[in-house]
């Protein structure tokens, strides 16, 4: 349940954000959450942005970047879904994930009144 952390932390740094910039209304908020980042926030989202005032009427959506791994022996870049740990392009499992497990906000939507 680590979503709950995650989205309160967007949510306070969303609210911060708006505050700084005197923007009174959010509209939506994209993240980028990578593939094997097990992250599924919208629930939550929808119970904690009532709690903060720039934010009740934003949507949430998000994109997902998909997950790539790198293999320390052949130097080549593959899909971690697809491979998973082994290399597929010459067997080494000394290999580490490169990008797709974490999570950032990408995008605040306002719409001006």
């Known amino acids: 349940m ?12 969303v609210q911060k954000i708006a505050a700084e910039q005197e923007i009174p209304r959010i509209d ?27 934010l009740t009427e934003a949507e949430l959506t998000w994109q997902t970047e998909d997950a790539v791994s790198y293999c320390d022996d052949c130097k080549q870049e593959f899909g971690t879904v697809a491979a998973g740990k082994i290399c597929p392009y010459c067997g080494s499992e000394h290999t ?18």
């Open 96 to 113: 580490w994930l490169l990008r797709g497990n974490g999570c950032s906000i990408k995008e605040l939507t306002i719409l001006e009144e």
């Open 2 to 13: 680590h979503e709950l952390g995650i989205v309160t932390y967007v949510a306070d740094t």
């Open 28 to 54: 939506g908020v994209t993240l980028t959450i990578g593939e094997v980042s097990g992250i599924i926030p919208a629930d939550c989202w929808n119970y904690f942005r009532k709690r903060y005032p720039a």
